[in-house]
């Protein structure tokens, strides 16, 4: 039979309004195999709590706060509280988390608080009515559903990166990047390549992690995209870049759907170098521009017989003032130039921890993102080296 602890009523409240117990962990405690606790208080960690298996609930009809000086760790966890469970303190879970009822909600001001899916950890059962309300972050997770959205509605984020992320974390915020209110800044919608004809002052996403990385986003009638493009044709994904301070184009597919629901998905790009991330519309004015680069058509074989001896991008002729980086498949930065000029021949250039770096970088896919700024344009794509 299993063995179930309850936090009884009793240990509750001292009124219907308010609570004013809670459960205090200095390092005692463990749920065992098939165990189940169910928090109705409140729940204040300051000691070891990272070893349970079974199961940790959180349900009741009252508000409940997860709190304390450690974070704790629990398997399986739920929630069925018809308010909300707010976390001071980061929670983890190891395997499942079911959500049925109310939200797990954190200060988007307080970005080291958030609810965290270690690895191989999962969730089902998010919807409007019970997701996270503020970061969920995912560590040593390579695909990830962030189950995020605000007090009204459920808006993920599904990340797919190239590599496994050591740690990634994610946000929404339904308000105007213009006037965000857990920023210090604003992200002015007005400052973008000229490739961009409007920003979304709707809705944005916060999402950080050191891996190239496909994201899919999508939208609802409360996005309001007619406002923003006629046809989801000219629907892209923009980030504000923080290296330019400037929002530009992420690319990727075109949307699936109407102007009241769908979904899109971007190009590969590294999380950590863009602020925030929300819908955009692109002019077709630049589209020939756009097209002469090929993200996935690069070649580079530095064997010399004088084809593909170097990355070649003829576009940089047009752009004298430019800036490249060159990423490998993990996300460390291997090349960085202003003002390109066909330099790269698959010899690193920075002094992160390059393996053998005197006789080159390995084969393989490489990451770039090039910056054309005398045209106010950015490109980010693949490129493949052969030895």
């Not at 009523?9 to 749920?31: D, E, H, K, P, V």
């Not at 997860?66 to 398997?75: H, I, L, M, N, Y």
């Not at 857990?182 to 916060?206: G, H, Q």
């Not at 923009?238 to 530009?248: A, L």
Request: with cysteine.
């Amino acid at each position: 039979m299993k063995k179930t602890l309850f936090i009884l009523s009793c240990l509750i409240t001292i009124s219907a309004s308010a609570q004013t117990t809670a459960l205090y962990n200095s390092g005692n405690m463990q749920i065992h195999d098939e165990g189940q606790i169910g928090f109705h208080t409140n729940l204040i960690n300051d000691g070891s709590f990272d070893e349970n298996l079974g199961l940790a609930g959180f349900y009741g009809e009252f508000p409940l706060n997860v709190s304390g000086a450690f974070a704790a760790t629990f398997f399986d966890l739920e929630i069925s509280n018809s308010n909300f469970v707010n976390l001071s303190t980061a929670l983890n879970s190891r395997n499942n988390t079911n959500f049925i009822m109310g939200d797990f909600v954190t200060n988007r001001s307080q970005t080291d608080t958030y609810l965290n899916f270690l690895q191989n950890a999962t969730s089902n059962g998010s919807g409007d009515f019970s997701k996270v309300d503020g970061y969920a972050a995912a560590s040593n997770q390579q695909n990830f559903t962030f189950p995020v959205g605000d007090t009204e509605q459920l808006r993920p984020l599904v990340m797919n990166s190239t590599a496994v992320n050591v740690f990634a974390k994610c946000a929404y915020f339904f308000e105007d990047p213009n006037s965000p209110s857990a920023f210090p800044s604003s992200f002015n919608t007005s400052i973008k390549l000229n490739s961009i004809d409007a920003i979304s002052t709707v809705e944005f996403w916060r999402l950080e992690g050191s891996v190239p990385s496909f994201i899919q986003i999508s939208w609802n009638d409360q996005s309001n995209i007619s406002a923003l493009v006629p046809d989801i044709a000219q629907l892209g994904i923009v980030g504000w870049q923080k290296s330019t301070n400037q929002w530009v184009s992420l690319g990727g597919t075109d949307g699936i759907g109407d102007l009241s629901q769908g979904f899109i998905s971007s190009a590969s790009f590294i999380p950590d170098e863009y602020e925030i991330i929300t819908f955009g519309n692109s002019f077709e004015e630049d589209s020939e521009i756009t097209e002469l680069i090929n993200p996935d058509d690069f070649l580079v074989t530095p064997n010399g017989d004088g084809v593909n001896d170097a990355l070649i991008i003829p576009e940089t002729d047009l752009s004298p003032n430019n800036s490249i980086q060159i990423f490998d498949r993990y996300g460390l930065k291997v090349f960085e130039m202003n003002n390109y000029t066909n330099e790269f021949t698959g010899f690193a250039t920075t002094n992160n921890f390059v393996i053998s770096k005197d006789k080159g970088l390995a084969s393989g896919v490489y990451f770039y993102i090039l910056t054309l700024d005398d045209m106010n344009l950015s490109f980010q794509g693949f490129l493949y080296l052969a030895r």
